[in-house]
């Protein structure tokens, strides 16, 4: 497994639509492999292809898994208390979503350090492959849903800062090419 380099914005990669995967092949797991230990390595919570510059509908995502220390409580943002849960999704579909939406503040990796509150459907029922290529039809809600519409966003070159105003969207490009910059001259 590889820690790949995230892409952060205004990188024009992150604006294209990603493509279905034909076969769930070694490769596909591969890559999965190496999403997931990169995301951890961030760390995030959830994280497209495309944001590694691979433009295809696949998505890693570890929300964790209640332990007995927390026992059921509800999404806690980071998973600190959490086991590890990760989630793998080729080609999602959302098939249906509550029209009820819930703002929930996000951030995204290829938008370090900028989080805002999108509002997203409380509820969607998906369809997938998983690891095995196997197809999963489920309904996502809390911290499932909203991660998964962002994450799904990704797959049609959409960004979370998109959905925010264009002064706010722009002080936020602006603030991770100012960091940017800053690693670069370190
Ligand atoms: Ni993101």
Same mark, same amino acid.
């Given at each position: 497994?590889?820690?790949r ?6 990188n ?9 995967v ?22 995030g919570?959830?994280?497209a292809?495309v944001?590694?510059?691979?433009p ?9 898994k209640?332990?007995?220390k927390?026992?059921?409580s509800e ?15 080729i080609?999602?579909?959302?098939l ?16 370090p !350090? ?5 509002? +997203?459907?409380?509820?969607v @029922? ?7 290529? /196997? #197809? ?5 809600e ?19 800062? !998109? ?5 706010? +969207?722009k002080?936020?490009v @602006? ?7 800053? /690693? #670069?001259?370190?």
């Open positions: 497994m590889t820690i380099p995230i892409l952060t914005v205004p024009p990669v992150l604006k294209q639509r990603s493509k279905p034909a076969k769930v092949t070694d490769e596909t797991r591969a890559l999965m492999d190496d999403m997931l230990e990169t995301m951890y390595d961030a760390p919570i959830g994280l292809a944001q590694v510059g691979v295809l509908n696949i998505i890693v995502m570890d929300l964790g209640p332990n007995a927390n026992g059921n999404d806690t943002e980071d998973g600190e208390d959490r086991e590890p849960n990760p989630q793998y999704f080609n999602p579909e959302i249906e979503l509550v029209e009820e939406q819930k703002p929930y503040e996000e951030g995204c990796l290829s938008v !350090d900028v989080f805002d509150e999108v509002e +997203r459907s409380i509820r @029922k998906l369809r997938y492959l998983d690891y095995n290529g /196997k #197809e999963v039809v489920e309904w996502a809390g911290l499932y849903a909203v991660c998964i519409q962002h994450e799904m966003d990704h797959l049609n070159g959409v960004l979370f800062i !998109d959905y925010l105003s264009r002064l706010k +969207r002080r936020a @602006k603030k991770v090419q100012k960091a940017e910059k800053l /690693k #670069e001259d370190a």
